[in-house]
């Protein structure tokens, strides 16, 4: 019995002492990608597989303005960049789904920064085509 009551001191000791953080800690330069259910309002962009303009379903999206997640469904590690680099999904294993982030209002265009020939879009809010892919990321 006293052993019992003992560890059940020791874990809210650790439950206590790990929930009292002043949530002063450090942001990680690159988000992590996760591996759990995306939230349910947030668009999910898939990644077949590294194929060119073909490489993520769908594509473009109807995305423009809204939370976007990025799920690997392909067997090897991506990581999914906006060719203005504003947003970096960081590396993405197989399985694994990007944290949500938020696509801009007018569109835009993206790229994995690993396979840079796979290219995806995002089109506006309003529905208009996404704007002009500009860079080296772009079908010529």
């Not at 006293?2 to 450090?26: F, T």
């Given at each position: ?44 962009i898939t990644i077949v597989r590294q194929n060119g303009a073909q ?43 990007s944290r949500a982030v938020q696509m801009p209002a007018g569109g ?11 290219i995806g879009a995002v089109n506006a809010a309003s529905g208009a ?12």
């Amino acid at each position: 019995m006293r052993r019992v009551l003992a560890a059940a001191i020791v874990l809210l000791a650790l439950a206590l002492i790990s929930c009292g953080g002043s949530g002063s800690g450090s942001t990680p330069s690159s988000p992590t990608p996760s591996s759990t259910t995306p939230p349910s309002a947030a668009v999910t962009i898939t990644i077949v597989r590294q194929n060119g303009a073909q490489s993520f379903s769908p594509n473009p999206a109807s995305a423009g303005g809204q939370m976007v997640v990025f799920r690997n469904a392909d067997a090897i590690l991506h990581r999914v960049r906006l060719n203005d680099a504003s947003i970096d999904t960081g590396d993405l294993p197989p399985g694994a789904t990007s944290r949500a982030v938020q696509m801009p209002a007018g569109g835009t265009n993206y790229h994995c920064s690993i396979h840079p020939d796979m290219i995806g879009a995002v089109n506006a809010a309003s529905g208009a085509p996404p704007p002009t892919c500009q860079g080296p990321y772009c079908d010529d």
